[in-house]
């Protein structure tokens, strides 16, 4: 029966930073530029499992009372050709406009006395309301009417696709099966205690996370890791909230509250992806800042200067020019489909099992032409199995005893190999004094004696002789000293992860440099790497030493990922341009220091997590090209009198959606 690694244990657990992957912060509760809100509170929203959107017909109520005037005018004069007197004109149209219209108005006036006067809700005013005075009352209508048409199915689309991720994500059951008593109570999984143990029949998702009480189960872990494929767990295994029970009734002792589950926590970080907004999104914003107030000082400028320059000048014709100006250079497309992208792409490698932690970092993922990855539970299983036991002046009972009592102290997959052989045979000792020296072994006093259990570097570290020949060893080893003395050692083996060969060719072919860093033996880090086909490979290094390697590559102008899963890996984590960490096996310091988790610890995520990067950038710069392109062409046509108010507004709200749906469909796409 496989065993997993102590590590894993309580992974449902370890995702506790991950609370920072779309929109937190001071942008939790921001509006983006357009009046609409693209975060929303994901784990208080109760439509949140809705994949059917509202279209907000009840609110838009107004838009269209104020189309349905626009249409029968419309009908009146160019239909049936009624000439309607300029003081009847000017009520009808103005009734249809303020219906329309007035919630832009009143967003614009509110801005404006706090003194924003530069954004599109301003620049719609004046582009309508000039409309007015110069007595196109139609146009200035069909304007207001079709931006507010666009706008409202811009809601909608933004709408759309927040409701796709959660519906994906906050798939949390509404209550479970506890079983007090004697009696299977349902409760809701907030209800449910610490210890206490829940029941899940086939095809129900599993609420909360525990530990395996059933022999065994099999699971579709799809929600947590992007993986469909049946995973099977026995008895004492980690099972995590968000899981499907596929076969039989199976039971589960509880190990964690709703609010701590792996899957809440996940939803944590989905709601707050975007607190670090890519250098895009940064620049989209600091663009639409500078780029609107010029905008107006361009129309005012296409009203006046061409009374100093032009003969026959005319008023009414340059000023009409302005509002088409006006009209056209509105900035919706770049501020609402640029981060809407970026949460697209977040939401696509969430589905995939990648968790990022900002917008920023799908960015930093194009960029990458290093890996460097560590060798322990990164491109190895981590599942470890004692092979050997070879004792020195001590029975062999004995050094399995008091070395499986030290390492029960740890949770690295070796220590948790060693505890697992052991069994039963360590009984009631117990070790005092424990210290864990990152990167050589374990350290603590058993019956009075002070027992160390590592590799050989703790050896040399407390100057323990050993012989020369256990340094030609292979396999990874715990070397013990009992009392300053040699007393033998524990040989482990470990198993390749089945994708990793695959994943490290596939960065191969995307040009990216691959490094292995590890503190096993340099003999045992060879072995892999000539297994897996990996670029370089060094052994012996404590974390200091990973540390100066991948320095040492940054020195060179590379762009570094560095993935791993144990503490000492933390510090090369924050070191690297994108840190990335291995959510089963990892560690909760590396988990919480890392940009990027994989959740079910496959190598082959790294390049899908590259790929997401890249196809959300594609699409961003589609949509900035789209947009300028579009614009720039109008806004020329509008200057040189070619365009009308008509076309300019049908060019803003086409464009507009056009990049939004663009935006949109990264989420159906594949990585």
């Given at each position: ?103 832009v108005l009143n967003l614009a006036f509110r801005k404006s006395i706090r003194g924003n006067f530069f954004n599109e809700f301003v620049l719609m005013s004046v582009a309508t309301l000039g409309a007015f005075v110069i007595g196109e ?224 970092f799908l960015d930093v993922m194009t960029k990458v032409n290093a890996v460097v990855m560590d060798k322990t539970g990164t491109l190895t299983k981590g599942v470890f199995r004692v092979q050997q036991v070879v004792a020195v002046g ?152 990973k540390v100066k390697k991948v320095q040492a590559l940054k020195d060179q102008g590379r762009h570094i990922a560095f993935v791993g899963d144990g503490v000492n890996d933390a510090p090369v984590v924050a070191l690297a341009d994108a ?93």
């Amino acid at each position: 029966m496989e065993q997993r690694p102590n590590e894993q244990r309580n992974k449902g657990l370890a995702l506790n930073q991950l609370s920072k992957v779309i929109e937190s912060g001071e942008e939790k509760a921001k509006t983006n530029s357009d009046g609409y809100n693209l975060s929303g509170d994901i784990k208080n929203n109760p439509e949140t499992k809705k994949v059917k959107v509202d279209m907000g017909l009840k609110e838009n109520w107004n838009l269209l009372v104020g189309l349905g005037i626009l249409a029968i005018v419309l009908v009146l004069e160019h239909g049936f050709k009624v000439e309607l007197p300029n003081v009847a004109a000017l009520i009808i149209n103005g009734t249809a406009y303020l219906f329309a219209g007035y919630k832009v108005l009143n967003l614009a006036f509110r801005k404006s006395i706090r003194g924003n006067f530069f954004n599109e809700f301003v620049l719609m005013s004046v582009a309508t309301l000039g409309a007015f005075v110069i007595g196109e009352y139609d146009e200035g209508v069909a304007v207001m009417v079709f931006y507010g048409i666009g706008e409202w199915f811009q809601s909608v689309a933004v709408k759309r696709a927040k409701a796709s991720i959660k519906a994906l994500l906050d798939i949390r059951p509404e209550e479970v099966t506890v079983l007090r008593n004697g009696t299977a109570t349902v409760v809701h999984p907030s209800k449910v205690k610490l210890g206490e143990t829940i029941q899940m029949r086939p095809g129900e998702k599993v609420a909360l996370d525990g530990e395996l009480a059933s022999e065994s189960a099999s699971f579709n872990t799809a929600a947590l890791t992007g993986e469909s494929k049946p995973d099977t767990k026995y008895k004492g295994e980690p099972v995590w909230a968000g899981m499907i029970n596929l076969n039989t009734v199976s039971t589960a002792k509880v190990t964690a509250a709703f609010k701590d589950s792996k899957l809440s926590k996940i939803l944590e970080m989905v709601q707050d992806a975007t607190a670090r907004k890519s250098q895009t999104q940064l620049f989209i914003s600091r663009f639409a800042k500078v780029y609107t107030p010029i905008v107006f000082f361009l129309a005012l400028a296409l009203v006046a200067i061409p009374y100093f320059v032009v003969e026959d000048y005319v008023f009414y014709t340059w000023f009409y020019r302005a509002l088409v100006f006006l009209v056209i250079s509105c900035p919706c497309a770049l501020v609402v489909s640029i981060p809407l992208g970026y949460f697209g792409g977040i939401g696509l490698a969430s589905r995939n099992g990648i968790l990022f932690k900002g917008g920023n970092f799908l960015d930093v993922m194009t960029k990458v032409n290093a890996v460097v990855m560590d060798k322990t539970g990164t491109l190895t299983k981590g599942v470890f199995r004692v092979q050997q036991v070879v004792a020195v002046g001590i029975e062999e009972k004995e050094l399995v005893k008091l070395t499986a009592a030290l390492e029960k102290n740890s949770t690295h997959p070796i220590a948790k190999a060693v505890t697992d052989y052991a069994g039963d045979v360590i009984g009631e000792v117990r070790a005092a004094n424990v210290e864990e020296i990152s990167g050589h072994g374990m350290k603590g006093l058993m019956n009075g004696k002070e027992v160390l259990a590592g590799n050989t570097k703790l050896l040399k570290k407390f100057r323990v002789t050993y012989p020369a020949e256990i340094e030609s060893i292979v396999d990874t080893m715990v070397v013990v000293a009992i009392r300053n003395q040699y007393a033998g050692y524990i040989t482990i083996a470990d198993e390749i992860k089945d994708d990793a060969a695959q994943a490290i060719q596939d960065m191969h072919r995307l040009n990216i440099k691959t490094v292995m860093l590890s503190g096993d033996k340099q003999s045992v880090v060879d072995q892999v790497s000539k297994m897996i086909g990996i670029a370089e490979a060094y052994g012996d290094l404590l974390p200091e030493g990973k540390v100066k390697k991948v320095q040492a590559l940054k020195d060179q102008g590379r762009h570094i990922a560095f993935v791993g899963d144990g503490v000492n890996d933390a510090p090369v984590v924050a070191l690297a341009d994108a840190g990335i960490a291995m959510g089963g096996l990892g560690s909760d310091a590396t988990i919480e220091t890392a940009d990027i988790v994989i959740q079910n610890d496959q190598p082959s995520k790294i390049v899908s997590a590259v790929k997401a990067g890249k196809l959300t950038r594609k699409i961003v710069w589609q949509n900035i090209i789209l947009a300028m392109t579009v614009k720039i062409i109008v806004l020329g046509l509008g200057a040189g009198g070619v365009a009308n108010l008509w076309e300019a507004v049908i060019a803003d709200v086409g464009v507009a959606l056009l990049a939004i749906m663009n935006a949109v469909r990264i989420q159906g796409m594949k990585i």
